[in-house]
């Protein structure tokens, strides 16, 4: 499933994983949606899919910049993005100025 699946002011959700300091992120409270997870692949896009058991392409480093969080991914090491109308991976560092890397 595509992000959009998730609609606008979705409420996300993380589960921590200590053996890798990754997180994964899930859409919603609902119980229908706890089986999904933020994942990117390599094309760069971002999807909502069924989690599966370490999978690194579901998984995520938290960064602090100090007011927010960036969201590295595991794989990649690429950025969750978004130009204010869709959203998918891009580069830049956790110390960059680019607002639309920033999640709250």
């Known amino acids: 499933m595509g992000i959009d699946w998730c609609g606008a002011g979705i409420t996300w959700y993380e589960e921590y994983n200590s053996s890798d300091d990754t997180w994964l992120m899930h859409p919603g409270t609902s119980s229908d949606r706890r089986g999904y997870c933020l994942a990117a692949y390599s094309n760069l896009d971002v999807y909502i899919e ?8 579901q998984r995520w480093y938290e960064r602090w910049t100090g007011s ?3 969201l590295q991914h ?6 969750l993005d978004s130009n ?3 959203v998918y991976l ?3 560092g956790w110390n960059n100025d680019n ?3 920033l999640w709250y």
Request: hydrophobic share 10%; glycine share 8%; charged share 20%.
């Open 84 to 86: 204010d109308s869709s």
């Open 68 to 70: 927010s969080f960036k």
């Open 74 to 79: 595991k794989q990649t090491s690429l950025y």
């Open 90 to 92: 891009g580069h830049g």
């Open 50 to 57: 069924p989690c599966t058991p370490n999978n690194d392409w």
């Open 99 to 101: 607002k639309y890397q």
